[in-house]
Structures are given as structure tokens and as C-alpha cells.
């Protein structure tokens, strides 16, 4: 069983930067495939990029991209989502996600990871 806190949300204007970190408790972190997705009110739950267990793949949705970075340091058991220029439009919960054995690489949609933090906010205002 894997636990999953996000940390570093908060509030920030267009063009800033936030970093968000999640810490993953329990065996074998560094085989899991790790993602975030975000959830903007009365909007459902959206794939924002993932990590391969062994970082040599990271991938993103269309509207980060160049934008966002995520990178993880499995000695740390934690993922990290870098956010850059960012907008308005990103302000959303923000979840971290984990899957042992993706049915494909580069998951991307909810149902196909298994484990969930609780979520972070992030505000950005213009």
C-alpha cells in the first residue's frame, strides 16, 4: 500500500513559478509510475503529466507543456511538478498518483493509477 502527500500549493500570479512536491510512504517507490492531474472547479479531473518508475520517460499534457517539469528522486520517494509561466487557467487541486504496473507506458488517464494524495490547491491569479 502506498500513502501520497502533495505539499507546496498556494496562491500565486500569472507568470510565477510553484514547485509541488509529493512524498510517497511505502515499499518499492521507485517502481511505481507517478503522475498529477488537476481538478479546476466543475471540471473533472484532468492528466497533467507522469514520471516512468525509472524517470527515463516524462510526458505531458498538451497545455503545460514546455511549461511544466516533473522529475522525482526515488532516494527521497518523491515526485515533483516545477510550474513555470504560470496562468489563471492552472488553478486547480492539484493530486499526485501512483500505479506499480501501468498497462501502458505513460499512463494517463485516472482510472489507470491506483493510488491517491488528497490534493493541494493552487490559485493563480492575473
Known amino acids: 500500500q502506498v500513502q501520497l502527500a502533495e505539499s507546496g500549493g498556494g496562491l500565486a500570479q500569472a507568470g510565477d513559478s510553484l514547485r509541488l512536491s509529493c512524498v510517497a510512504s511505502g515499499p518499492s517507490f521507485s517502481t511505481y509510475t507517478m503522475g498529477w492531474f488537476r481538478q479546476a472547479p466543475g471540471k473533472e479531473r484532468e492528466f497533467v503529466g507522469g514520471?516512468?518508475?525509472?524517470?527515463?520517460?516524462?510526458y505531458y499534457a498538451d497545455s503545460v507543456k514546455g511549461r511544466f517539469t516533473i522529475s522525482r528522486d526515488n532516494a527521497k520517494n518523491t515526485v515533483y511538478l516545477q510550474m513555470d509561466s504560470l496562468k489563471p487557467e492552472d488553478t486547480a487541486v492539484y493530486y499526485c498518483?501512483?500505479?506499480?504496473?501501468?498497462?501502458?507506458?505513460?499512463?494517463?488517464?485516472?482510472?489507470?493509477?491506483?493510488?491517491w494524495g488528497q490534493g493541494t490547491q493552487v490559485t493563480v491569479s492575473s
Open positions: 498518483a501512483a500505479v506499480e504496473k501501468p498497462s501502458r507506458v505513460g499512463p494517463k488517464v485516472t482510472h489507470e493509477y491506483d493510488y
Open positions: 514520471v516512468t518508475w525509472r524517470a527515463r520517460t516524462s
